[in-house]
């Protein structure tokens, strides 16, 4: 499985951007899609996360400026990051669990990371 991240960018204070992610590979199955910002110096956590099943997980910090939508169809997640705030600069990094095949345990998956700049 290879997450592959776009959208990053330098944004202005009050920007919004969109993040896509792509699972591309051979796979069985995807559970949880997410997104993950990892600010410079600071752990990475979660900000937004999607099951197959539709339910989703947002961060207090970001509710009601980021959206995490999925098309499971195209295996692709969307993190819609609106009224941005310089401390929401970090690297933006895909996270998905998923089985190679059936049977298989499912595992983590990460994307190599997008970055993310607001600036005041």
């Known amino acids: 499985v290879k997450l592959v991240e776009s959208g990053g960018g330098l944004v202005h204070a009050g920007g919004s951007p969109r993040l896509s992610c792509t699972a591309y590979?051979?796979?069985?199955?995807?559970?949880?899609m997410a997104w993950y910002p990892q600010a410079a110096g600071k752990q990475r956590e979660l900000v937004a996360d999607m099951t197959s099943g539709g339910s989703t997980n947002n961060a207090d910090s970001v509710k009601g400026r980021f959206t995490l939508s999925r098309d499971h169809a195209k295996n692709t997640v969307y993190l819609q990051m609106n009224s941005l705030k310089p401390e929401d600069t970090a690297v933006y990094y895909c996270?998905?669990?998923?089985?190679?095949?059936?049977?298989?345990?499912?595992?983590?998956?990460w994307g190599q990371g997008t970055q993310v700049t607001v600036s005041s």
């Open positions: 590979g051979t796979f069985f199955s995807i559970n949880t």
């Open positions: 996270n998905a669990v998923a089985a190679v095949y059936y049977r298989s345990i499912y595992q983590n998956y």
